[in-house]
């Protein structure tokens, strides 16, 4: 049975294709059934793409949709089939809601990879609403002394031990670049460092701010490619080789074709941020004569998150210097501002009007 009575809930929908086209929604609360889990959202974190949805730069398979991947929770009701969740439980969930359960990349449980995969927050109501419902094989427990706050970032940050343990195979003596310094780029740093790597961040001018929080949080060095010459720095930084592997969290083709005559012969190049366009001009020449491996790293799956879990849970991620904002949901509007105007590391918003907010407790 469900805690409360309540019927409704709102929520942060887009109703329709285009710029914008995003509003504060009243919907019906949905049922736990079959292998189902019902979570009340504590926090859910503004990712990127969400961002591009609201600009109409991504376009959703399905809409109207409720927005929201990256979330925190707790578990209110649960299907007749599920065995290994139970209410009263502390969670994060993976963002596969329903795949196909054939192919053969669903056999390996490679879910981002399953062609008739349905994720919350795209063709699936997502966590940007009092409740969400997620299925069981996706919803992972919370150690005990893992805040809400913190596990909130678990997603963005399985994403990273995607693209740095799975797609690349970081180890301790790789010299990296990491361009930009936006939150991906931060989580991609802490766990860099926590595996020993020697990091370059690269960012523009107008982050300055979240380059000098790079270096505290442990770059070697922090590059402003604006205002330094970029490949003199990295030439110097290894000996003229170059970088063993580069891991782009920007999205941006001028940053990676600037970056890819400075990667060793036969690194690794990891594209992990999102293009606003589809079809881009990449230096293939570098490419060809450096025989880079240009590798795409899509979202995450099953195997990432109890490595996420884990750094979250020891203390690997500075979890207070990520989060820097936090908004009610009905205040979305202003915090989708704050995001855009880049002068915030992760933003999230707040659920059942701070109802399992854990600060508040005594």
Not at 97 to 106: H, K, L, M, R, W
Not at 174 to 190: R, V
Request: aromatic letters at 6%.
């Amino acid at each position: 049975m469900m805690e409360t009575k309540v019927k409704t809930m709102m929520t942060v929908t887009k109703v329709a294709d285009g710029y914008d086209r995003m509003e504060l929604k009243e919907i019906s609360i949905p049922e736990a059934t079959g292998d189902k889990v019902l979570i009340k959202v504590a926090y859910t974190g503004i990712c990127g793409s969400d961002i591009h949805t609201f600009k109409g730069e991504y376009k959703n398979p399905t809409t109207p949709v409720v927005l929201g991947h990256e979330f925190s929770g707790q578990v209110v009701a649960v299907g007749e089939n599920v065995t290994s969740v139970s209410v009263g439980d502390r969670v994060t969930s993976e963002t596969t809601f329903s795949v196909c359960g054939e192919c053969e990349y669903c056999e390996e449980k490679q879910y981002n990879l399953c062609p008739k995969r349905k994720g919350l927050g795209t063709q699936q109501n997502g966590s940007m609403a009092d409740y969400v419902l997620a299925r069981e094989e996706s919803v992972h427990t919370l150690p005990d002394h893992l805040s809400y706050e913190g596990a909130s970032l678990t997603e963005p940050l399985a994403c990273c031990v995607h693209a740095m343990y799975q797609k690349s195979q970081l180890v301790l003596q790789d010299k990296i670049i990491i361009i930009g310094p936006g939150p991906i780029g931060l989580l991609l740093l802490q766990i860099a460092k926590e595996i020993g790597s020697f990091v370059i961040m690269t960012g523009i001018t107008k982050d300055k701010h979240r380059l000098d929080l790079a270096k505290k949080m442990g770059a070697d060095i922090i590059i402003d490619t604006q205002q330094n010459d970029l490949s003199t720095i990295i030439n110097e930084a290894t000996e003229g080789y170059g970088v063993d592997k580069i891991y782009d969290a920007s999205g941006s083709i001028q940053a990676v074709n600037a970056s890819l005559p400075l990667m060793k012969k036969g690194g690794t190049f990891v594209q992990v941020g999102l293009f606003k366009q589809k079809m881009n001009a990449l230096d293939i020449e570098s490419t060809i004569q450096r025989e880079i491996k240009y590798v795409g790293s899509r979202s995450q799956n099953p195997f990432d998150w109890p490595i996420a879990i884990h750094l979250l849970a020891k203390g690997a991620i500075n979890i207070d210097e990520m989060v820097t904002k936090i908004y009610p949901l009905s205040e979305w509007r202003k915090a989708f501002i704050d995001v855009m105007d880049g002068n915030e590391i992760k933003v999230l918003l707040e659920s059942n009007n701070g109802e399992l907010n854990e600060r508040k407790k005594v």
